[in-house]
């Protein structure tokens, strides 16, 4: 059985579960990946587990994640790149030399190897899959980055680009709940994979609200698409929360939980998918905690700005 792997380190989170039996013991744990409430509850990090007896485990992964394959290295070639914000670019990637689809699932991500460097850096899919194997990212730019240099500076159509995929468990399960989306900046791109696949199935009768949030206004992208999801997908809502509303802004501003329907949240059992920085992921959580709203899931994917370690997505 494969568990889902990333660092490898106690950090990432990626390989969280819970033991239900038995006993065990952990090395490393970083706070960020589990809290003194989730050990209290016997949340467990696979790759620092020493079981000491039998024991069961749960994980909250689809099974498909879990086969025998894992990920793989890959190869693609860049199709299309474009700056879509003053700190967004979005980088297309043509797969389709692969035989048979790439199998993944809306909301991974993939690690990408620097043309011409040996680093690698970690983004979320912005597509859905699909049988071309046409694939989408977006890629924030940092004034000085390995990936946002070559972004800026030498990225063109035709150059090949490795990759490994599919990676994180942070993926759209089955939607049987209203769903809550809250994108912090270009956390976006692993929503903008999971409402292309709901527009495609065509069959989503629950309620789809997404909040975008950013620092400032020149940091949106892709609100052309977000608006045609309104017509793709039934019951789909999108608010824009701009942190720092300088530049003529007339929208919503200030923390994304100030705009959260209460009503909603208070009524109904719904499931939560957070994606951004760890901050806006620490607040989220800490104010579903203390607001003490209704029956809920939540999932998170968190990433950091990188000159070296983690980036996702
Ligand atoms: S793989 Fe990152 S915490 Fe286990």
Not at 14 to 30: A, F, I, L, N, P
Request: aromatic share 10%; net charge negative; with cysteine.
């Amino acid at each position: 059985m494969n568990i889902p792997l990333d660092c490898r380190e106690g950090v990432c989170g990626t390989c969280q579960g819970r033991c239900e039996s038995g006993s065990y013991t952990q090395d490393y744990v970083d706070e960020e990946a589990l809290s003194p409430d989730d050990l209290a509850a016997r949340k467990i990090l696979s790759c620092q587990t020493r079981v000491q007896s039998d024991a069961s485990f749960y994980f909250d992964f689809d099974s498909s994640l879990c086969g025998a394959g894992g990920k793989r290295l890959l190869t693609g070639q860049v199709s299309g790149v474009r700056q879509v914000s003053k700190t967004t670019a979005i980088l297309d990637l043509d797969a389709g030399a692969h035989a048979g689809r790439l199998d993944f699932l809306p909301g991974q991500y993939a690690r990408l190897k620097v043309p011409g460097t040996d680093v690698w850096r970690s983004y979320s899919f912005a597509s859905r899959p699909g049988d071309d194997n046409q694939l989408q990212f977006l890629i924030r730019l940092l004034p000085d980055g390995a990936m946002s240099n070559y972004m800026r500076e030498r990225c063109t159509p035709g150059q090949t680009i490795d990759f490994e995929a599919p990676l994180g468990t942070f993926y759209l399960r089955q939607v049987e709940r209203p769903l809550v989306m809250v994108a912090g900046g270009t956390g976006l791109s692993a929503f903008l994979g999971m409402l292309d696949g709901l527009a495609h199935k065509g069959n989503c009768d629950q309620k789809v609200h997404l909040y975008y949030g950013v620092t400032n206004a020149r940091d949106l992208c892709e609100l052309d698409r977000l608006a045609s999801y309104t017509q793709r997908i039934a019951n789909f809502a999108c608010d824009i929360v701009v942190t720092n509303p300088s530049d003529g802004w007339q929208g919503r501003t200030g923390l994304i939980p100030e705009h959260f329907d209460r009503g909603m949240l208070e009524s109904n059992p719904f499931d939560m998918y957070v994606c951004g920085p760890p901050p806006m992921v620490d607040a989220i959580r800490a104010w579903l905690a203390r607001e003490g709203v209704g029956d809920h899931r939540l999932y998170y994917e968190k990433f950091a700005d990188s000159n070296g370690a983690q980036q996702v997505p």
